[in-house]
Structure formats: C-alpha cells, structure tokens
C-alpha cells in the first residue's frame, strides 16, 4: 500500500523554465509534508517542507503547494538549472507516528537542459 | 562528526552470508533511523531508534535483519544468511530530538550486493 505516490518516474525541463514536480498522498492523517534531492551515489538531502496548517511554502527558487482537500502537493522550482538535476522525493509524516517517520514516494529524475 | 557516515560504502555478498552496516549518526542526534532504497524505489523505513531505544522496527522485512544501538551513537544493522532480494542501498538517518515534521540528515549509504 503506497501511501505516498509519485506518479512520473522522470520530468525533462529546458534550463530556465518551471520544474513541476507532483505528489499525492493517501493518509489523511499525515500533517507535515518534505522534499529531498538526491544525486548519484549520495544521501537524500532536505530541500524544503510544509506544515499541513499551510497550503505554501516558498525559500528562494522552491515553492511547495499543498492542496490538502486533493491530498496533493507538487513542488515548483524556477527559474530550473542544470544544478536542479537529481531525483527528488515527496515524504510525509504524521504527528501519531513516533519519531517522525517519513514515508517516501518513489521519486522523480528531473533532467535539466542547458 | 559533521554528518552522517556509513561504513563500508559498498558490500558484496555471497548469498547465506551474514553482514553488518555501520551507521555514524550526527553527533547529540537523538534519534536514528534505518531506511532501505531498492534500484528506482524511494526509501523505505526499517527501524527506529530513540538513544538506545528501539521503538519502532516494523519495517524489519523479515528476523534475519536485526539492528542495534547500544550506546545510544552508533549504530549496526545487521542482515544474517543474505538473500538477493537483499540487494539494495541500505540509508542511515538522524535527527536531533524526532520530532514530527524534523528534517532528517542522511548518510551517503551501504550499497549491498548479494550474489
């Protein structure tokens, strides 16, 4: 059961245009919402995240949306860089899981052209 | 240290072979987690640690992983009589207290491959 889903494997974005990178979620239960970065042969970094009190979140070039009423939120990076390119995952947590426990999606490549 | 480290970074395996992953958390981090990344699949979650305290191992596929902490820093988690279905980069987490909604800090990982 994949509460977390991330439905394109990969997005290709010519470099200076709008990376939209899309979530969904099923748990209605889960309250807070992040997004990693990853690279190859490299650990999932913490890009930016949302409280579900919140529909956006915005630091620099990133802006997450969360539409809670969907159980979606997608992530929207511009202008996108080539240094953009990675695999970026959609995570949730729920205040009842202890810990903190992120539950991940399967992940989207972005590609970013020159 | 300055973040998560991991040892070895990559393992090979001969099937039935039992194997140990170790995992240098941030140092005053509270909390650990184990996370499993099959090729093109996001993390999955295996088990949890408060201190020394394992609270959560149900991620735990099957009773041939075990994981511990016993000084509340380091930690091993251990994979007894491997399996190819094993295969996978084996991530390491922490955070300082675990708090719902705290970012985790992540190794770099264990790419184990059984053979």
């Known amino acids: 059961d994949q509460q977390v889903k991330q439905n394109s494997p990969s997005l290709s974005v010519q470099e200076g245009r709008i990376s939209i990178l899309n979530c969904d979620y099923t748990n209605s239960m889960f309250d807070y919402f992040l997004w990693y970065k990853k690279y190859p042969a490299e650990g999932p970094t913490f890009l930016i995240s949302i409280s579900s009190i919140k529909d956006k979140n915005e630091d620099g070039r990133f802006t997450v949306f969360l539409n809670k009423s969907a159980k979606h939120l997608s992530l929207h990076i511009v202008p996108s860089q080539p240094g953009d390119s990675a695999v970026y995952f959609c995570a949730a947590s729920a205040g009842s899981i202890p810990g903190g426990k992120l539950i991940f999606g399967q992940g989207t490549e972005l590609s970013v052209k020159p | 240290g300055a973040g998560v480290s991991q040892s070895p970074r990559y393992k090979v395996a001969k099937r039935g072979q039992d194997v140990a992953l170790r995992c240098d958390p941030i140092s005053g981090h509270v909390s650990l987690f184990w996370y499993q990344q099959a090729l093109g699949q996001g993390p999955e979650f295996l088990t949890y640690?408060?201190?020394?305290?394992?609270?959560?191992k149900s991620g735990l596929p099957s009773d041939r992983f075990f994981a511990e902490r016993p000084e509340g820093s380091v930690s091993t988690l251990k994979i007894q009589r491997t399996q190819q279905e094993d295969s996978a980069v084996y991530l390491c987490?922490?955070?300082?207290?675990?708090?719902?909604?705290?970012?985790?800090?992540f190794g770099s990982g264990t790419q184990l491959s059984v053979l």
């Open positions: 987490a922490s955070s300082l207290v675990g708090g719902m909604g705290e970012k985790l800090f």
């Open positions: 640690f408060q201190n020394e305290a394992q609270l959560d």
